[in-house]
């Protein structure tokens, strides 16, 4: 026994030295898993997006949606007309019927209260 031993002690290990790891090990696994889990559930079978946009004056504006589908199954999409200081000033539902083909273009006229400055896509759901 050294002085330091006589003076403060010997500390016994009460847990094995490959416990800690093992639990940062299993921690990191867990999280990976529910990561890959969590970003594959609830993904619609479609995708939509603005492809472009024309301002035709001051009360319309054309919109030309672009929608990929994995399924054949009808969409109601919602886009909107902003203004320069972002307010909304024309909104459209636009229907887009099943159909197998993808990716598939529609193209709609939203009607503007005054000069919108681009066109929005809000939302896009089944029905």
């Known amino acids: 026994m050294t002085d330091l031993d006589a003076r403060y002690g010997r500390h016994r290990r009460t847990t094995p030295r490959w416990l800690w790891p093992l639990v940062a090990a299993l921690g990191i696994t867990a999280g990976i898993a529910w990561a890959a889990w969590a970003s594959w559930t609830n993904v619609p ?12 004056d001051d009360q319309r504006t054309k919109v030309d949606l672009e929608i990929f589908r994995d399924e054949p199954v009808a969409l109601t999409c919602r886009v909107f007309a902003q203004a320069h200081d972002k307010h909304v000033v024309g ?3 636009i229907e887009v019927p099943a159909s197998s083909q993808s990716p598939v273009r529609i193209v709609s006229e939203i009607r503007t209260e005054r000069r919108a400055v681009t066109a929005v896509l809000d939302s896009c759901e089944e029905g």
């Open 91 to 93: 909104e459209r539902n």
């Open 45 to 56: 079978p479609f995708q939509a997006r603005v492809h472009s946009f024309e301002v035709i």
